[in-house]
């Protein structure tokens, strides 16, 4: 079983480069399974309906958002789509589904969204209690169980993979955008890497216009953002579980340019 993830979707040119790309990574790479984080992929914040269908016409198996999950209204009417994750740890009460369990290869495979309370400004519940008591529950429905931690801090991200370590299948962390070097397998056989990167703009400033951002740090005015445009990336991770013991036995990423 390979199971991939891709890095946050950021504006139209990264959804473009995703529907051109994605059938040929699947092909070359022998995907079986995919998961997309779609929170930036319309107009860099937030998911629109026309977006969305765009996406539900790709081969993706699972979607997961992050802190701009309601930026955009349209999310409430298809937020119940059972393809649509939001993080499991946001308030009790809100609508969608925090996690779900997809079949693939007659293997059940659980996906969990998260999101982090480090610098993220976004009131949540504590990821790593929501974290512990849903892999405690899947972990009795699910032969496979992965997680998209959303999250800014590096260190938080850190920590859940060592909270987590041996009891999930992978921890992989969006949201910076930023693809980061240290990805591995525990000793308990938990693959886990920090961020994954994006798919968007190559030259930005994480997605966003150069000119803009610079401008921002430079004056500390209230600078609008603004979608870089030009070459797009696509970043992700591919993770191997073997399919005798449901153990992740690779994990590796991918970068297309």
Same mark, same amino acid.
């Not at 930023?178 to 994954?196: F, H, L, P, S």
């Not at 930005?204 to 005015?221: E, N, P, Q, W």
């Not at 070459?231 to 340019?257: A, P, Q, W």
């Given at each position: 079983?390979?199971?991939?993830?891709?890095?946050?979707?950021?504006?139209?040119?990264?959804?473009?480069?995703?529907?051109?790309?994605?059938?040929?990574?699947?092909?070359?790479?022998?995907?079986?399974?995919?998961?997309?984080?779609?929170?930036?992929?319309?107009?860099?914040?937030?998911?629109?309906?026309? @977006?969305?269908? =765009?996406?539900?016409?790709?081969?993706?198996?699972?979607?997961?958002?992050?802190?701009?999950?309601?930026?955009? /209204?349209?999310?409430?009417?298809?937020?119940?789509?059972?393809?649509?994750?939001?993080?499991?740890?946001?308030?009790?009460?809100?609508?969608? /589904?925090?996690?779900?369990?997809? /079949?693939?290869?007659?293997?059940?495979?659980?996906?969990?969204?998260?999101?982090?309370? =480090?610098?993220?400004?976004?009131?949540?519940?504590?990821?790593?209690?929501?974290?512990?008591?849903?892999?405690?529950?899947?972990?009795?429905?699910?032969?496979?169980?992965?997680?998209?931690?959303?999250?800014?801090?590096?260190?938080?991200?850190?920590?859940? /993979?060592?909270?987590? @370590?041996?009891?999930?299948?992978?921890?992989?962390?969006?949201?910076?955008?930023?693809?980061?070097?240290?990805?591995?397998?525990?000793?308990?056989?938990?693959?886990?890497?920090?961020?994954?990167?994006?798919?968007?703009?190559?030259?930005?400033?994480?997605?966003?216009?150069?000119?803009?951002?610079?401008?921002?740090?430079?004056?500390?005015?209230?600078?609008?953002?603004?979608?870089?445009?030009?070459?797009?990336?696509?970043?992700?991770?591919?993770?191997?579980?073997?399919?005798?013991?449901?153990?992740?036995?690779?994990?590796?990423?991918?970068?297309?340019?």
């Amino acid at each position: 079983m390979k199971i991939l993830a891709i890095g946050d979707i950021v504006g139209a040119t990264g959804l473009n480069k995703l529907r051109e790309s994605l059938p040929k990574i699947i092909e070359k790479e022998n995907i079986d399974f995919t998961i997309v984080n779609a929170e930036n992929t319309s107009g860099g914040m937030g998911l629109t309906i026309k @977006d969305f269908n =765009t996406l539900l016409r790709m081969p993706i198996n699972a979607i997961t958002m992050g802190n701009h999950t309601w930026g955009k /209204k349209d999310i409430f009417t298809f937020i119940d789509n059972p393809i649509l994750l939001r993080p499991a740890n946001y308030s009790k009460g809100v609508p969608g /589904k925090g996690y779900n369990v997809f /079949k693939c290869n007659d293997k059940k495979i659980a996906v969990i969204n998260l999101i982090g309370r =480090t610098d993220m400004n976004v009131l949540s519940e504590n990821p790593f209690s929501v974290a512990d008591e849903l892999v405690n529950k899947l972990s009795r429905e699910a032969d496979i169980i992965i997680i998209d931690f959303h999250a800014e801090a590096t260190a938080e991200k850190i920590a859940m /993979k060592h909270f987590l @370590d041996g009891k999930v299948n992978a921890i992989f962390g969006t949201h910076t955008h930023v693809q980061t070097a240290d990805e591995e397998i525990t000793d308990k056989n938990t693959a886990y890497i920090t961020d994954i990167g994006m798919t968007g703009p190559k030259k930005s400033v994480i997605g966003m216009d150069v000119s803009a951002s610079i401008k921002r740090f430079l004056t500390s005015l209230p600078e609008k953002y603004k979608l870089a445009e030009g070459d797009t990336i696509l970043n992700g991770c591919v993770f191997e579980i073997n399919d005798e013991e449901c153990k992740t036995v690779n994990i590796y990423r991918i970068s297309y340019k």
